[in-house]
């Protein structure tokens, strides 16, 4: 390998940090933003539900996990079911390595102790306020990174 070669590898792994940081200040807003506009759902069970019932008003599902949970077999099996149904219907992915951060962004009460926050749902904006900035600039994100083969990407919402 080439000095060039590393030096290009080394840039591209920088690119990358810096757009996954870009995309967990973006990820944020939108959460805070959809909270705001009653626009998110929060919970494993729930989010089912929602997808079930009406999948076409979905826009983005993250999912949380963390070294803590890497064993739980029956979390794992619903993330993969999750995982199947958005696929199949077209909705964006992002994993999110910190779930306590998640819940602390998505709670009611601003503390981590939300209860279940391993997946939270995003669901369309009203046709007046269709342009949501924030989720076009996912959207790209998402299609970016499946582009390079990577279904599920994470991103790291900013510290607080």
């Known amino acids: 390998m080439t000095f060039e070669e590393i030096c290009q590898d080394n840039s591209t792994e920088t690119s990358d940090r810096v757009r ?16 705001q506009q009653d626009r998110l759902t929060v919970g494993v069970y729930e989010s089912a539900k929602v997808m079930n019932i009406d999948p076409d008003s979905v826009v983005l599902c993250v999912l949380a996990s963390g070294e803590q949970y890497e064993w739980d077999v029956a979390l794992q099996i619903h993330f993969t079911l999750i995982q199947s149904f958005c696929f199949d219907n077209n909705i964006n992915i992002v994993h999110v390595n910190d779930i306590e951060r998640l819940a602390h962004t998505v709670s009611d009460t601003g503390t981590s102790d939300n ?23 996912l959207t790209v994100f998402c299609e970016e990174r499946r582009s390079v083969y990577e279904w599920v990407p994470t991103v790291t919402l900013p510290e607080r």
């Open 115 to 137: 209860g279940d926050t391993h997946c939270v749902l995003v669901t369309r904006p009203s046709e007046a306020a269709w342009k949501d900035t924030g989720l076009e600039k």
């Open 20 to 35: 996954m940081r870009s995309a967990g200040r973006v990820l944020e807003e939108v959460l805070v933003s959809s909270k």
